[in-house]
């Protein structure tokens, strides 16, 4: 079974750079894309992201101005950087596991919410 | 940019069928997943690739496609199945990834 444990800073300045971390337990970091999405307060869910064991990432085109997604295969971690953060970016950040299969987001993180404030 | 769309709510009573569809143009192409989001939770998959289902999730649960809209069928509705469902999907060039607005599911 697949965990996955997230961390960050809930709490940013206008123009700041959102940063999370979501590392993975069990599993086999190759079988999986490792996405970001997020939840508006009251709205639905939002893909920012992803990547794969090999580094490749795809984004939103929405925010793939702003966006960077990295991973650490031997730490089996991946991480979220969100540049010039306004308060339209205050959400619910998810890390989440897509089987390559096929076999839909699986897994997710438990949650860290972002506040955007001066 | 590609768009899922989805009814902001359904209601129906407990026993019923509640039946939630999801549209969008690359559907005939691309598979379809279905979430279902209670408050202060995580999503959790409910159907997979249109209509498979995952291991614990109650046989009640079935998804189906046709053309470009799928539907997420709840059968003999119970009230713990009250929740938002969100559809998710691909486009057209598999590059990235879409979901639908969501849709509120009310058990009366």
């Known amino acids: 079974q697949v965990q996955l444990q997230q961390w960050g800073a809930g709490l940013l300045k206008p123009s700041g750079t959102l940063s999370l971390t979501c590392v993975v337990y069990?599993?086999?970091?190759?079988?999986?894309?490792w996405s970001w999405i997020r939840q508006p307060p009251g709205k639905g869910l939002e893909w920012i992201g992803e990547?794969?064991?090999?580094?490749?990432?795809n984004y939103s085109p929405s925010l793939k101005s702003r966006v960077t997604i990295s991973g650490d295969t031997s730490k089996k971690q991946f991480s979220l950087n969100l540049t010039s953060v306004t308060a339209a970016d205050m959400a619910v950040y998810y890390c989440?596991?897509?089987?390559?299969?096929?076999?839909?987001?699986?897994?997710w993180g438990q949650g860290t919410l972002v506040t955007v404030s001066s | 940019s590609y768009e899922l769309t989805q009814p902001p709510s359904v209601s129906v009573s407990p026993g019923q069928t509640a039946r939630i569809t999801c549209s969008g143009d690359?559907?005939?192409?691309?598979?379809a997943y279905w979430y279902q989001q209670k408050p202060g939770q995580a999503p959790v998959l409910v159907i997979y690739?249109?209509?498979e289902r995952p291991s614990g999730i109650p046989e009640r649960f079935s998804g189906s496609s046709s053309g470009t809209a799928v539907t997420l069928t709840i059968s003999g509705v119970q009230a713990e199945d009250e929740a938002d469902y969100y559809c998710?999907?691909?486009?057209?060039?598999?590059?990235?990834?879409?979901f639908g607005g969501g849709t509120k599911l009310t058990v009366l």
């Open positions: 989440a596991a897509f089987g390559v299969g096929g076999s839909g987001f699986d897994y």
């Open positions: 069990g599993g086999s970091f190759s079988g999986y894309y």
């Open positions: 990547i794969d064991h090999s580094g490749t990432t």
């Open positions: 690359a559907l005939p192409k691309q598979y």
């Open positions: 690739k249109d209509s």
């Open positions: 998710q999907s691909a486009d057209t060039s598999d590059t990235y990834v879409v």
